[in-house]
């Protein structure tokens, strides 16, 4: 090895790493879904489950839909709702129509292969297992905001 790349091996080794750890973001979103949240509009499913999701023609209440709303308020987002069934609200998330879902999904979802899963909340009133919403596969970001939000919320 010659002389001048021992010398400067390492140094630029150094400088390329640092460069590469500057340009990325930990946790990021590949589909940007947080900043296009953020200020905007948040695409919600609602599928009805008791007391935490109850739908009443157009309107999305219960105790998991009143957190979500609250979510939006905190980030500035307005929410837009859908109703439908599980399935087709995890069809939505895969679709890039909807950027979390709601209903009666536990930490025992069998949809955990086609969405992102929140850590389970058994304190959410009308929760008889621990409870979980649905988001896009892969925005981590977007994951990791909403699961500090419903921590601290949970926490209560």
């Not at 021992?6 to 990021?28: D, E, F, K, N």
């Not at 929140?118 to 977007?142: C, F, H, K, Q, S």
């Not at 905001?145 to 921590?151: A, I, K, Q, S």
Request: charged share 20%; proline share 4%.
């Amino acid at each position: 090895m010659s002389r001048w790349r021992r010398a400067w091996s390492v140094p630029l080794l150094v400088l390329a790493l640092c460069i590469a750890g500057c340009a990325t973001t930990v946790p990021s979103d590949p589909e940007g879904t947080l900043d296009r949240v953020r200020g905007g509009e948040l695409r919600a499913g609602a599928s009805a489950s008791g007391e935490l999701v109850t739908i009443d023609g157009s309107d999305v209440g219960g105790t998991l839909a009143h957190l979500v709303e609250e979510f939006a308020v905190s980030i500035d987002a307005k929410v837009t709702w859908t109703i439908g069934s599980e399935e087709d609200l995890v069809d939505g998330l895969e679709a890039g129509d909807l950027d979390l879902a709601i209903g009666g999904m536990t930490d025992a979802t069998p949809w955990s292969t086609r969405a992102a899963v929140t850590r389970g909340y058994d304190t959410i009133p009308g929760a008889n297992a621990p409870v979980v919403l649905l988001l896009p596969l892969g925005e981590n970001a977007w994951l990791a905001t909403v699961e500090g939000y419903l921590d601290k919320e949970a926490a209560r």
